[in-house]
């Protein structure tokens, strides 16, 4: 079975620095996405970065990039110039695309972050 | 995208009893799953809805707690039965169009159980 470890509970930053959450994962599968998720304390869901496995060059989504190393089974958050907006809780997600566990997501346990002014 | 209504937000169930959360899509979708996320912890796949046929679950999750039906391909519901305070926590309800593209969630709903 996929497993997705976030080894950081939280992590903090003062604003208009940059950060970087970790993630490590673990898989059989050659074939996947990962995914970083916002989780407000609205609980809304919201996607912030998307990776395919297939891909060797990082995402990058505007201050969001990503840090991917397949071959260490690593898939790194780094926000650039935080925000207070940026305040949340940070999901690290797996996703088959292949075989019996087709389409289902996997979490991590998420990390806190906390944006200082 | 996919916008998704899921009733009711919160409620707060007496233990023994049953409720029933409905996830409705705003357009057809191939996928939808329902989690599972204690106070404070991750999101922990409770199965796939699938359409027609009996859902999908996880390892720890089973039908005559967490029976879960889906007519259609806009429409879910996932009842938690027999509730204990233990299965006071927030399911979410989300969707794909596709294994490769984005998943879209729903806003929780917040059980709670006396």
């Known amino acids: 079975a996929q497993t997705v470890t976030q080894s950081q509970p939280e992590m903090s930053v003062q604003e208009a620095e940059t950060v970087t959450l970790s993630c490590t994962y673990d898989t059989s599968e050659s074939d996947y996405y990962l995914f970083w998720y916002k989780q407000p304390p609205s609980r809304q869901m919201i996607l912030v970065i998307r990776q395919e496995a297939y891909k060797q060059q990082n995402a990058t989504e505007n201050r969001f990039s990503v840090n991917f190393q397949k071959a260490a089974k690593s898939f790194s958050l780094k926000i650039s110039d935080s925000q207070l907006g940026d305040a949340a809780m940070y999901f690290c997600?797996?996703?088959?695309?292949?075989?019996?566990?087709?389409?289902?997501?996997?979490f991590g346990r998420g990390t806190q972050l906390t944006v200082w002014p | 995208s996919a916008v998704i209504s899921q009733k009711p937000s919160r409620d707060i169930c007496q233990r023994g009893t049953s409720l029933t959360i409905q996830c409705q899509v705003d357009?057809?979708?191939?996928?939808m799953f329902w989690y599972r996320q204690q106070p404070g912890q991750s999101l922990t796949l409770i199965a796939t809805?699938?359409?027609?046929?009996?859902?999908?679950?996880e390892s720890g999750f089973v039908i005559d707690k967490f029976p879960i039906s889906r007519p259609n391909l806009t429409f879910s519901t996932l009842t938690v039965s027999n509730m204990s305070p233990e299965d006071s926590s927030i399911y979410l309800c989300?969707?794909?169009?596709?294994?490769?593209?984005?998943?879209?969630f729903g806003q929780g709903t917040r059980l709670t159980v006396v």
């Open positions: 357009s057809q979708v191939t996928m």
């Open positions: 997600a797996y996703r088959s695309i292949g075989g019996s566990t087709l389409g289902r997501l996997y």
């Open positions: 989300s969707v794909s169009k596709g294994p490769d593209t984005e998943a879209f």
């Open positions: 809805a699938n359409q027609g046929s009996e859902a999908t679950y």
